[in-house]
């Protein structure tokens, strides 16, 4: 997974996701810490992008530290830190796969399909690894990835998707192309963005490649580094994996 292309899109990302429900995600996820780990307080955030779940966790009480290797997705992040004044968010820069703090944390989190960018096992398994080594006894790994059976049963297609604010207009399509042989979506953006004052327009290009996973390969893989596969379940319905969703929670523990 590059930076490159999310300092790219890093530029444009707050808008095209503005329809996200960011706070919904994060009580989500904070029912999952009330069941799996009761008790805590400190979680860290594997590819936090701009912070939106960091506070949200945090304005629940939770101590967050987000993580991102993109500068330009940080720099955003800490305006929108600056704005919420949360004093309980921190952040650093860093890469899933590699990063080392010097402590522990009660809950390890990763948003927004992160998992799904470890497009090898290396990869895989040194994202998973990071999630193992910063949790204390008790403590889950929480992950959302893209399904395999729902991804495989519903094929990718063409997705085009608009959104604007007071200076721009947005434009985004998404062409996806399938490699089932190696379990990986190549999403191919092509992005249109039009400034309002100057009527200057700006294309941008990126290749996303999302890997897609069943369950037995997760926790396979969960369990070369430690971890345990607890649950799975789909992403913010609490309901059991099935084909009619891409979107899928696992919950991991020591």
């Known amino acids: 997974m590059s930076s490159d292309v999310f300092d790219l899109y890093s530029t444009y990302y707050d808008l095209l996701y503005r329809d996200k429900n960011y706070q919904a995600e994060a009580q989500f996820v904070r029912s999952l810490l009330d069941r799996y780990a009761p008790g ?27 993580i991102d290797q993109s500068a330009e997705m940080l720099a955003q992040a ?3 830190l600056a704005r919420a004044d949360r004093a309980n968010v ?11 703090a ?18 090898s096992d290396e990869d895989l398994l040194a994202m998973l690894r990071t999630a193992a080594t910063h949790l204390a006894p008790g403590g889950i790994f929480v992950c959302d990835f893209w399904f395999a059976p729902a ?17 721009f207009a947005v434009t985004r399509i998404a062409d996806p192309s399938l ?15 039009r400034d309002k004052e100057s009527d200057r327009i700006e294309q941008v290009n990126e290749t996303h ?10 926790r396979m893989a969960a369990q070369a580094v430690g971890l345990r596969l607890l649950d799975s379940c789909e992403w ?19």
């Open 40 to 66: 805590a307080t400190t979680v860290l955030e594997l590819g936090c992008g701009t912070a939106r779940h960091a506070i949200f966790l945090a304005e629940a009480g939770f101590s967050v530290r987000g």
């Open 78 to 80: 800490r305006q929108h």
């Open 90 to 100: 921190s952040l650093d820069r860093g890469d899933a796969r590699t990063y080392r």
């Open 102 to 119: 010097a402590r522990t944390f009660d809950a390890v989190i990763s948003l927004f399909h992160v998992l799904s960018y470890q497009t």
């Open 151 to 167: 991804v495989l049963g519903q094929q990718p297609s063409v997705r085009i998707k608009r959104m604007e604010s007071d200076r």
């Open 179 to 193: 490699d089932a042989a190696a379990s990986i979506c190549a999403v191919n953006y092509t992005i249109f963005v």
């Open 209 to 218: 490649r999302m890997r897609y996973f069943n369950l037995n390969e997760l």
């Open 236 to 254: 913010l319905t609490g309901k059991a994996p099935s084909i009619e969703t891409w979107g899928v929670c696992a919950i991991f523990g020591r």
